[in-house]
C-alpha cells in the first residue's frame, strides 16, 4: 500500500469527488516480485553471453510506478496532474460500471458489467442501441459520437441501465460480449471460485489436504506447453523433518525417533 501511495498509483484510482484508493490488487508486492524475476532473467541471459554476473535491483515504488506508466501520460504532456476518474476511460471512449438486477435471494454489491464502447469502433454503439432495444440513440445528439457520449455517459448509463437492471449480469455480458463489445461481469471473490471457466483450465482446482479436507486453491496462471506445474499442497508442519535428518544428515531411523522424544525435532501434527 505505501508503494501504491508514494509512485502515484493511489492519486489516479478512486471516484472523482472521493479519496485516493488502494488498488484491490497486489501490485505492490506481486509486481514487484514479477519485475525481479524478469530482471533476473535478464541478468542470466547477460551472463550466458558474457560471462559476467550482476548484481539485480528492484525497488518496490519504482515497480509500481513502471506499472501506473500509462497514466502519466497526460501529465507528461502537460505537466498538470491527472485527476482521477472512477470507472471511466482516459482514452475517449465511453466505459463504465452498469448496474444489473439483483441476483436471486440476494443483495446487489457486485451485480454490475463493465462496459466499454471503443470510439474507433461504431458498430459497438450502433450494436448496444439494437441491444437494448433503443435504436433511435443512433442520431440523439447526446450519443452520436465519441466525444458526445464521453461527455454526456453519465446519461448514457442511466438509460442502458434501465434495460439491464432487469437482467441478470451474466445474460448482460454474454449480450454485449456477443456482439463484440467488450464487457465483463463483476464477479466476487466466490463466484470467481465456482467459475466455470476457470475451473475447466485448471486455474481453480480442488485440493485434498490431510487436516483440512477438500478445499478450492487458485493455481499458477502461466502454462508452459512441456512444463507444467503441478499444484500440490503445503507439507505439514515437521512432515519431512525425518526424511530431510536421515537422507541429508545421515541420521538413522532410530536416531530421529529418539530426538523426537527428546523433543529436539517435532513429530508429524496431524
Request: proline share 7%.
Amino acid at each position: 500500500p505505501v508503494a501504491q501511495a508514494t509512485s502515484g498509483a493511489m492519486s489516479v484510482t478512486g471516484d472523482a469527488d472521493g479519496p485516493p484508493t488502494l488498488n484491490g490488487a497486489n501490485i505492490g508486492d506481486s509486481g514487484t516480485g514479477m519485475h525481479l524475476a524478469i530482471a533476473i532473467l535478464g541478468a542470466l541471459v547477460q551472463r550466458g553471453r558474457t560471462g559476467q554476473g550482476q548484481l539485480v535491483e528492484v525497488a518496490m515504488q519504482e515497480a509500481v510506478l513502471n506499472l501506473t506508466r500509462v497514466k502519466f501520460t497526460p501529465t507528461l504532456a502537460t505537466g498538470e496532474p491527472l485527476q482521477r476518474t472512477g470507472n471511466r476511460s482516459l482514452s475517449g471512449a465511453y466505459a463504465d460500471v452498469i448496474r444489473c438486477a439483483p441476483r436471486t435471494g440476494g443483495d446487489a454489491v457486485n451485480e454490475y458489467v463493465y462496459l466499454m464502447l471503443p470510439p474507433d469502433i461504431a458498430a459497438t454503439f450502433d450494436a448496444t442501441c439494437e441491444i437494448i432495444g433503443r435504436p433511435e440513440l443512433r442520431d440523439d445528439d447526446r450519443f452520436n459520437t465519441p466525444p458526445a457520449r464521453a461527455k454526456n455517459a453519465a446519461a448514457l448509463t442511466e438509460i442502458i441501465e434501465s434495460w439491464t437492471r432487469a437482467r441478470d449480469k451474466r445474460e448482460v455480458m454474454a449480450a454485449f460480449a456477443g456482439r463484440g463489445i467488450p464487457c465483463g461481469a463483476v464477479f466476487d471473490t466466490a463466484e470467481v471460485l465456482a467459475d466455470p471457466h476457470l475451473r475447466e483450465r485448471g486455474t481453480v482446482f480442488d485440493l485434498d489436504h490431510p487436516t483440512r479436507g477438500r478445499f478450492a486453491m487458485i493455481g499458477c496462471p502461466v502454462r508452459l506447453s512441456e512444463s507444467a506445474v503441478q499444484p500440490t499442497r503445503a507439507p505439514l508442519f515437521g512432515e519431512h523433518t525425518a526424511e530431510v535428518l536421515q537422507s541429508l544428515a545421515g541420521y538413522t531411523p532410530e536416531e530421529v525417533e529418539a530426538l523426537k522424544r527428546k523433543k529436539v525435532v517435532t513429530a508429524i501434527r496431524g
